[in-house]
């Protein structure tokens, strides 16, 4: 990191720096590396949405190697009667993972 040359002062208030404080030391950062982690907005800083975003591939994954099965035994000639509806199960259940997804990192 370059040799930091500028000061900044601002106030908050008590109860804004009792949380600071504590964000800063459950990342287990100085408050002012906390600050400058703050405002450099890197995606690769904030492991617990990678972990997310891990996790919806997984069940996308999932999801995609089902559809497979069942588009696999439709071209074979054999659909059962219940493959439309797990089609439609695997579709909803894909759709509320990542609508979650989306709601935890906050669109």
Known sequence: MSEKQIMKNFRISIEENERFH??????????????????????KDYPEIISL???????????????????????????GINDEKMIIAYLKKLNNEVKKVADMIGN
Do not use: C, T, W
Request: charged share 20%; proline share 2%; net charge positive.
């Open 53 to 79: 975003l891990k996790q919806l591939i997984n069940e996308v994954n999932r999801i995609g190697n089902n559809v497979n099965q069942i588009a696999k035994s439709i071209h074979s000639g054999y659909l």
């Open 22 to 43: 504590h964000l800063a030391k459950d990342a287990n950062m100085k408050e002012s590396q906390y600050f400058r982690f703050l405002i450099s907005q890197k995606p």
